[in-house]
């Protein structure tokens, strides 16, 4: 079941995600991320395992209450399982690509050090 939904939302990115997976494929200074890749009981917008760093685009309706509730539980789930979550809003990635690509760079090098 959530291979067949990581499929559709791949065929399926949404316009920030396209932009950034984009980004994510030219620039990522050698690191290889995946789009919408299941692991455990989620599916990740783009995830880098080498550093086990998960990145978010996210639309408005994470930021309903019922949306932040359970990006809480995600978010939870994915630290306690060794991963770095790092969100960005869609209106960020489509207006600040470059303020948003800078936040990744230090996120990676942060991880790659450790």
């Known amino acids: 079941m959530a291979n067949e939904q990581a499929r559709h939302l791949r065929r399926n990115l949404t316009e920030a995600e396209r932009k950034l997976w984009s980004y994510l494929r030219e620039k990522a200074d050698g690191f290889h991320f ?5 692991i455990g009981p989620y599916i990740a917008d783009f995830l880098c395992y080498a550093v086990k760093l998960v990145i978010e685009v996210d639309g408005g309706q994470h930021g309903m209450e019922d949306g932040l509730e359970r990006d809480r539980q995600r978010t939870a789930w994915l630290e306690a399982n060794g ?11 489509l207006g600040n690509i470059e303020g948003v690509a ?5 996120a ?5 050090l450790s």
């Open 83 to 93: 991963y770095r979550v790092i969100r960005f809003w869609n209106n960020d990635v």
């Open 108 to 112: 990676l090098a942060k991880e790659s």
């Open 102 to 106: 800078e936040m990744i760079e230090i």
């Open 34 to 38: 995946r789009k919408q890749c299941p």
